[in-house]
């Protein structure tokens, strides 16, 4: 893929990231590398100049979003991803929008993979901690059922400890056989669960691999990873 904004110049250049059913991908990268430009190229958020965006082997490169989320994929951004003045069921709720079968089986596989939500589900999402809101801005992203879950910096702000238990139901997630694609700023921690990971400076490639194979790349950890 190769795009940007607008009439800007190209903020990803050639770039290409994969992942498959029951993995998880992670995008890796310095601020300004074009990693949520990426995301966004996949999830129809930006025009692609060159390239395409292959989903089950279709080409979807020129739907628009909302047709993607019918196709199976789901994308949460890392600001303002939750409804602040609705309640954790409400927002559970919104995220079922393009479903009209019966979603109560969904919403309780939500409150088995997230239980704090359960606890709280009549609290405001607005009055929860950073940590909870993550987690109800993935469940509500769960609720459409998608074959494709993306998360742009779902660890951003929080714990490490919170951290470690998102990354926990983020393969808890993919165990059903959901794909994850998630663009994150902690990268030995993301790399460390990753089946594939992707190194993108300045819109381009730098390094794929396997996500313990980059780990252990002495240029990746001397140049990325702090040591």
Known sequence: MSGGYGTGPDIIHSCDIRVEAGEIAVVVGPNGAGKSTAMKGIFGMIQLRTGKVLFNDRDITTLPPSDRV????????????????????????MGAFV?????????????????????????????????????????????????????????????????QDLFKCIQDITASGVAVLMVEQNARQALAIADRGFVLVQGKNRFTDQGKVLLTNPEVQHSFLGG
């Open 70 to 93: 019918l196709e199976g994929m789901a994308f949460v951004p890392q600001n303002n991803n939750v409804f602040p003045s609705m309640s954790v069921e409400e927002n559970l709720e």
């Open 99 to 163: 479903r009209t079968d019966n979603i109560s089986s969904t919403i309780t596989r939500v409150f088995e993979l997230f239980p704090i939500l359960k606890d709280k589900r009549k609290q405001m999402a607005g009055e929860l901690s950073g940590g909870q809101r993550q987690q109800v801005a993935i469940g509500r992203a769960l609720m459409t059922e998608p074959r494709l879950l993306m998360l742009d910096e779902p660890t951003a702000g929080v714990s490490p400890i919170v951290m």
